[in-house]
């Protein structure tokens, strides 16, 4: 999923899913099924919050499509949270389940608030109340919620506490993300940030070059970004640059990874102890680098800065953060770009591994769960770069192409096309 210039993130997909079809030989009515959601659920949710006073707060749920199976995707709790995004991102997680072969479909959901203003009941009582609100629709063989933006092990803990209750049986296969002792699978947490280290490592054989010789901005400190500085550390690059939602620290020496993370605060939140030498985010992504992973949040690589850009390798770790204009501008200059659809894949990986588990009632080491979701992304990358090479087309085409065509495979064998 990326986005146009002037910031549509639903409409640059939509480009891109008929661009994709179109090449795979589908016909219009094919692109008019796929380009938008099946279902999209508007609900209000009333929170009485601590002071007494009841707040009501707008949610979201949108279903993409279901040909393959049920449908699967987080739910974001974020201020900026609108209709748009939630429509693009269910799209994008079809195309995403489509790229590492999973038997789903995409969903999202979101609910418009800002949890860093939230007490911890209060953010209790608004997970509770968006499930309540949506739970006609989901369930485990219809659409499985996640974690996603400013959402955790917890707030899925509490969905799941309030599902089970409304339909009066334990469900753990109803949500994924959640805590080890109520069925989360071992390997969740790191999912997106082991997916996306195995993605770099790809990219850098196909450039010839050795991990413990590259150097790496992670732009955002939060989940992925965080633990992905640390794996990438671990493995022997140089991480010269991070940053958070304040600015960016960059060092061409390599920044002392450790330290930032163990001042890091729950949001990812470190550079605010280093104002005399931070600098910008818009700085970070134009300094001397090997590897830029953009980690946080959508339309960060622009037309603007796009000729600026100084690594040889783009890895998108976080949704749409290259827009439609700069994919190409990065991709004619020869960068190799590993869009988000394939590179963020390790999430739902992980969590589809986690919905297994729930439904067989056997659950797996660490070292299993790695190496499943190591042999997918391989496979992944591979089908993506193949197809990228033998039909000339750039990183992202060529990842849409191969995540659409399985979900389109499905809907002309049921008859919908």
């Known amino acids: 999923m990326t986005a146009t210039d002037n910031g549509n993130v639903l409409t640059s997909t939509q480009t891109i899913i008929g661009q994709a079809l179109k090449r795979l030989g589908y016909t219009e009515e094919m692109y008019e099924l796929l380009k938008e959601p099946m279902r999209v659920l508007t609900v209000r949710i009333p929170v009485r919050m601590d002071d007494g006073v009841v707040k009501v707060f707008t949610g979201y749920r949108a ?44 969903g999202k959901g979101g609910v418009v608030c800002d949890p860093r203003q939230m007490s911890f009941r209060e953010l209790e009582r608004l997970s509770r109340g968006y499930v309540r609100a949506v739970s006609q629709i989901v369930g485990p063989t219809k659409d499985i919620p996640a974690p996603d933006v400013m959402t955790n092990s917890q707030i899925m803990a509490w969905m799941f506490d309030e599902y089970s209750r409304i339909r009066e049986f334990d469900a753990p296969g109803f949500i994924t993300g959640k805590p080890i002792v109520l069925g989360g699978s071992h390997g969740r947490e790191t999912a ?9 490592r790809e990219a850098l054989k196909k450039r010839g070059i050795d991990v413990r010789d590259a150097r790496v901005i992670v732009q955002g400190f939060g989940n992925a970004g965080s633990y992905l ?20 620290l960059y060092d061409p020496e390599g920044l ?5 993370l163990d001042k890091r605060d729950s949001f990812g939140t470190v550079t605010k102890l280093f104002e005399k030498t931070a600098i910008t985010n818009e700085q970070l992504l134009v300094q001397d680098c090997d590897i830029l992973v953009p980690a946080a949040i959508e339309n960060q690589i622009t037309a603007r800065n796009a000729h600026e850009i100084k690594a040889s390798i783009i890895v998108e770790a976080a949704n749409g953060p ?7 501008i990065v991709s004619d200059r020869g960068i190799l770009l590993v869009p988000d659809v ?18 067989q009632g056997y659950y797996w080491t660490e070292e299993e769960v790695h190496e499943k979701l190591e042999a997918m992304m391989v496979k992944g990358f591979d089908n993506v770069y193949q197809t990228h090479a033998t039909r000339g087309v750039d990183m992202r085409l060529a990842a849409y192409m191969v995540g659409v065509r399985k979900m389109a495979e499905a809907a002309r064998y049921r008859g919908w096309v």
């Open 256 to 260: 002392d990874i450790e330290y930032l």
């Open 192 to 200: 997106t940030a082991k997916g996306v280290t195995i993605m770099i």
């Open 63 to 106: 279903q993409h499509n279901d040909a393959v199976g049920p449908t699967k995707g987080g739910v974001r709790f974020h201020p900026d949270v609108t209709e748009d995004e939630v429509k693009a991102l269910s799209i994008w997680m079809s195309l995403k389940c489509g790229i590492v072969d999973l038997p789903y479909g995409g």
């Open 229 to 248: 500085s640390k794996f990438m550390h671990e493995a022997g690059a140089k991480v010269v640059g991070i940053s958070d939602v304040y600015g960016a």
């Open 322 to 328: 290259t827009t439609l204009e700069a994919t190409k």
């Open 342 to 359: 394939l590179a963020s894949a390790g999430g739902v990986i992980v969590s589809y591994f986690e919905w297994v588990q729930n439904n």
